[in-house]
């Protein structure tokens, strides 16, 4: 009870701190708060990927419908963060590079993120048995996964040595002041309380519905 | 550093105001966010221990 | 060795019937040869760039893989044969054999696609070697997670639509460092030797997941 008032209190303060306590940056001015948003709800959307393939392998193991419930949920707390991001993060490289989107490997990764999660749940919804569904699904997730690393971290090295600019991280072309770099953190921690809390009211509402299925 | 702060009280009085209005219109859409889910916590913790109870 | 026996009877197996019949090499080789003519019209006498071309090359290779190279498990639904299949093989084996199967076919409709290509869209090559390389690593790794996510979409409603979805986020790395390579391999520059080792590295990782992950696809 009290750490979810926490975390309202928490949240508000950033978002006020973002825009009456940080300065802006340059060439951004204005629209500097959107790093406040964009990068962290791009980060739930990563950690929303590994928790669903976690509990993808766990499916495997145990065939336990909880562990399938659980990824599935996962997958789309992670779709709906990864939307947000790459909007945010389409805004920003508008207001930072002049384009909306330029299929540069950061934002190549979250619009791949996308992808996989759109592709993931579309699967679901085309299996029928509740059994066949979850191992199907749950392999792909395990794939899907197995693929993301070659195009965060290998591809990026084949367009760092022909591109520069706009290729290069965010964050490493932004030097934050202390007081941006303060309401970030605090944003990112934020964020990920938040993810944790709806995931585990999304798992307590499947619990309860489940129980009622079988009831009746 | 202090150039950046100084970016911010050279803005045009409109432009100072859009920002409130922005920063309130966020405020307002994590706050109701926030109490949806905190109400929908309350009702599933009720369910779930008249389930342990019951 | 059994298990070689295996793998090698599935792959005949589906060897024999596809030659009866050539319905997968068909529907990937009428897409691949239609694609290819209508690019090459619309652009008519102006030359285009390598890097285009790279493009287009792969583009053309991606959408004729998910014409032909799902078929391979649709058909063992559609003709019942899968439970028989099941009871027959052991897992490892059917993966093994369908994925030389789609690769079989993958590379013989790219000795006649390739060929084609060159003469309608003239493409500049220096270092052939390099070039091949790119090829056949790009359709090893393309063939390999292809055949798994074929296993799945066989089980599920609306197969063949399914195919290209779940597909191409997987093969997004694939594909960047294909195009990459072959952009390099037609302007003459440098060369692929980063992407060759990025394709390689693709196959053996895709390869060992699909055949560690079959077993959950093809099992209950």
């Known amino acids: 009870m009290l750490w979810q008032l926490l975390l309202f209190v928490w949240m508000s303060l950033v978002i006020v701190a973002g825009f009456l306590y940080a300065p802006l940056a340059e060439k951004l001015y204005e629209m500097t708060r959107i790093i406040y948003f964009h990068i962290p709800m791009a980060w739930v959307a990563v950690l929303a990927f590994l928790v669903s393939t976690v509990f993808s392998i766990r499916y495997l193991m145990t065939r336990s419908w909880g562990d399938d419930v659980r ?66 699904a749950a392999v792909y997730n395990i794939i899907a996964f197995v693929t993301v690393p070659f195009l965060v971290f290998i591809v990026p090295r084949l367009y760092f040595s022909l591109h520069p600019g706009p290729l290069l991280n965010a964050q490493g072309r932004l030097e934050m002041h202390p007081r941006m770099l303060q309401v970030f953190l605090a944003s990112l921690a934020g964020f990920t309380v938040l993810y944790f809390w709806i995931f585990d009211l999304s798992w307590k509402v499947a619990r309860l519905k489940r129980k009622q299925e079988e009831a009746s | 550093m202090n150039t950046m702060l100084q970016d911010l009280s050279r803005t045009a009085g409109q432009r100072v105001i859009a920002d409130f209005v922005v920063m309130d219109v966020i405020l307002l859409v994590w706050a109701g966010v926030f109490f949806y889910l905190f109400r929908l916590d309350r009702k599933v913790r009720a369910l779930l221990k008249k389930d342990k109870a019951g | 060795m059994p298990w070689l026996e295996g793998v090698l009877a599935v792959f005949l197996k589906d060897w024999r019937s596809e030659f009866r019949t050539r319905y997968a090499l068909n529907a990937a080789l009428l897409f691949a040869v239609t694609t290819l003519v209508v690019v090459s019209f619309a652009i008519g006498a102006f030359g285009i760039s390598g890097d285009l071309l790279a493009a287009f090359l792969w583009v053309i290779i991606l959408f004729s893989s998910m014409a032909g190279l799902g078929q391979v498990f649709i058909k063992e639904v559609e003709s019942r044969t899968f439970t028989a299949l099941r009871l027959v093989a052991r897992p490892s084996e059917v993966w093994a054999g369908k994925f030389f199967f789609n690769l079989v076919l993958l590379l013989g409709l790219e000795v006649i696609i390739i060929p084609l290509f060159f003469i309608l869209l003239n493409p500049r090559v220096g270092d052939w070697s390099g070039f091949l390389a790119v090829l056949i690593l790009g359709s090893v790794g393309l063939a390999g997670a292809t055949t798994l996510i074929a296993a799945i979409i066989a089980q ?59 077993e959950f696809v093809w099992s209950e």
């Open chain 1, 71 to 136: 990824a599935a949920i996962s997958a789309q707390l992670g779709l709906l963060f990864a939307v947000l991001a790459t909007a945010s993060g389409a805004i920003f490289a508008k207001a930072m590079w002049g384009a909306f989107w330029n299929w540069d490997p950061r934002e190549t990764s979250i619009f791949l993120l996308l992808l996989i999660y759109g592709a993931y749940l579309t699967l679901r919804s085309a299996v029928e048995g509740e059994d066949k569904r979850a191992r199907l």
């Open chain 3, 156 to 214: 599920a409603k609306g197969k063949g639509a399914l195919l290209a979805g779940l597909s191409y986020p997987i093969l997004i790395p694939l594909l960047a460092a294909a195009t990459s390579g072959t952009r390099h391999l037609f302007h003459g520059d440098g060369g692929a030797g980063q992407e060759i080792q990025i394709l390689a590295a693709y196959a053996v990782v895709v390869i060992a997941a699909a055949f560690l992950l079959f």
